[in-house]
């Protein structure tokens, strides 16, 4: 298993880190909900979210914040080195009930470096529109 | 009697032991099409944001407890925060216990401010999920 981290002294602030677009159909919301165990109809019933004044099916904040840190575990190899994580969620994602389904872009910027531990600002756009708001992880490069 | 800011501090028995499997992340790790080298094989860490499947089951007994009258599909996610002590890994036993820190009643909202703390079996705190709730109340 080859998990390459980043060395702090090669990390700046305002670095940018690869981007990544995901897609989520409606067949990746179900599948989030058995492996979550969160059956929270809105995920998956236009019937019930339309009923509360959504759009209509929405994906789980949970899968869209859980993808969108892909950037920085893509980027520090190891997962165990993530401190914290934290999201507002802003904006819903709607998800059509179609083949094409929605794309989720994610970017990510270094805000801070203090000895090992750095912090990233995560940005989640869908539909032009910022999913995720104050996105924030702290990582230990060293740890 | 719906939840009111009275129900501040209140705070719920740790859930049942929660055994984190190796499986059970493998396939946490693929429905979020992260096919990360630590999430496979035989001794996998968790994704960092598999915390909240096991929150879940404290977000669980205050959704069903009677005294608040939450509807399950009337909450939607306001914000969440994990703070990690350590990863989980596959074999760690844990339970989830949660705290409401904070209710505020906005017209027909209702937003709960809770924690989660996940400890490990020898009382280790492993991590802390702290999330903002909302729960919209059908109108009377």
């Given at each position: 298993?080859?998990?390459?981290?980043?060395?702090?002294?090669?990390?700046?602030?305002?670095?940018?880190?690869?981007?990544?677009?995901?897609?989520?159909?409606?067949?990746?919301?179900?599948?989030?909900?058995?492996?979550?165990?969160?059956?929270?109809?809105?995920?998956?019933?236009?019937?019930?979210?339309?009923?509360?004044?959504?759009?209509?099916?929405?994906?789980?904040?949970?899968?869209t914040m859980g993808s969108a840190l892909r950037?920085?575990?893509?980027?520090?190899?190891?997962?165990?080195?993530?401190?914290?994580?934290?999201?507002?969620?802003?904006?819903?994602?709607?998800?059509?009930?179609?083949?094409?389904?929605?794309?989720?872009?994610?970017?990510?910027?270094?805000?801070?470096?203090?000895?090992?531990?750095?912090?990233?600002?995560?940005?989640?756009?869908?539909?032009?529109?910022?999913?995720?708001?104050?996105?924030?992880?702290?990582?230990?490069?060293?740890? | 009697?719906?939840?009111?800011?009275?129900?501040?501090?209140?705070?719920?028995?740790?859930?049942?032991?929660?055994?984190?499997?190796?499986?059970?992340?493998?396939?946490?790790?693929?429905?979020?099409?992260?096919?990360?080298?630590?999430?496979?094989?035989?001794?996998?860490?968790?994704?960092?944001?598999?915390?909240?499947?096991?929150?879940?089951?404290?977000?669980?007994?205050?959704?069903?407890?009677?005294?608040?009258?939450?509807?399950?599909?009337?909450?939607?996610?306001?914000?969440?925060?994990?703070?990690?002590?350590?990863?989980?890994?596959?074999?760690?036993?844990?339970?989830?216990?949660?705290?409401?820190?904070?209710?505020?009643?906005?017209?027909?909202?209702?937003?709960?401010?809770?924690?989660?703390?996940?400890?490990?079996?020898?009382?280790?705190?492993?991590?802390?999920?702290?999330?903002?709730?909302?729960?919209?109340?059908?109108?009377?």
């Open positions: 298993m080859s998990l390459a981290s980043p060395q702090t002294e090669h990390v700046e602030v305002g670095q940018t880190l690869p981007p990544l677009t995901v897609r989520f159909t409606r067949a990746t919301l179900v599948r989030y909900a058995g492996a979550s165990g969160d059956f929270n109809p809105i995920h998956f019933s236009d019937h019930f979210a339309t009923e509360l004044g959504l759009p209509g099916v929405i994906a789980h904040g949970m899968l950037v920085v575990t893509d980027w520090i190899g190891d997962p165990a080195r993530i401190r914290s994580y934290s999201v507002r969620f802003s904006n819903p994602v709607a998800v059509p009930d179609n083949a094409d389904g929605v794309e989720v872009s994610y970017s990510a910027t270094v805000t801070t470096v203090e000895s090992n531990v750095v912090s990233i600002a995560i940005e989640a756009i869908c539909d032009r529109k910022k999913v995720l708001g104050a996105a924030r992880a702290e990582v230990d490069l060293e740890a | 009697m719906p939840i009111s800011e009275a129900h501040a501090g209140r705070s719920y028995p740790p859930t049942p032991t929660y055994e984190v499997s190796a499986l059970k992340i493998a396939e946490f790790a693929a429905a979020l099409g992260d096919e990360n080298p630590a999430y496979y094989g035989d001794a996998p860490v968790a994704p960092p944001t598999f915390v909240g499947v096991v929150a879940a089951a404290a977000w669980e007994s205050m959704f069903t407890d009677p005294e608040l009258g939450l509807e399950l599909r009337r909450i939607v996610h306001g914000d969440q925060r994990f703070t990690y002590h350590r990863p989980l890994r596959a074999g760690d036993r844990v339970t989830a216990t949660l705290t409401i820190d904070k209710v505020r009643v906005r017209g027909g909202a209702e937003i709960i401010s809770s924690e989660v703390d996940v400890h490990d079996e020898t009382g280790e705190l492993t991590c802390t999920a702290a999330a903002t709730l909302v729960h919209t109340r059908e109108a009377a």
